[in-house]
């Protein structure tokens, strides 16, 4: 908690807006894309690129978000300690383990621009594994994330289920049918698909 407090002092608080987002159950792309987004400013009418209006973010719930896909064991983060042949990796599954904020941090720092602003919207990013945070006389204001848009199925796929649920009915009710008649089920369901 006293590493959250760390830096406040160099960053210009005044009219800044303390924005909670709550990284439960959280798409980690999602979530950082956000984030990003306020950190910058560009959520605001006033943005301009030269200069940093972002608000002040507070992430909580950072262990429990999620990935889609994959990634837990697929994704990987390297680092190299300057000594020769030591090029270290760490999957995002031991990641998250280790420190689940770093995961955030990491997701968000690289999608903000590279220039003389990065250092001082980083500061600006404070993030918790739990929901205790020690930022609770400032006046917060919860994110609302937009919902997500879950695509609709295949076609192929939404006909292979509509012909399981059909052959399921077919069974409950017992009836033993011709193979001409099967046949022409089956002929009707393409043309209706």
Known sequence: MKRAAAGLRRINLEGLRWRVFDAKSQVLGRLASRISTVLQGKD????APNRDDGDMCIVLNAKDIAVTGRKLTDKVYYWHTGYVGNLKERTLKDQMARDPTEVIRKAVIRMLPRNKLRDDRERKLRIFPGSEHPFVDKPLETYEMPPRNVREMRPRVRRALIRAQKKAEQQLQGGSDTKKGKKR??????DTA
């Open 44 to 47: 605001k009418p006033t943005y």
């Open 185 to 190: 089920e089956h002929k009707a369901e393409e």
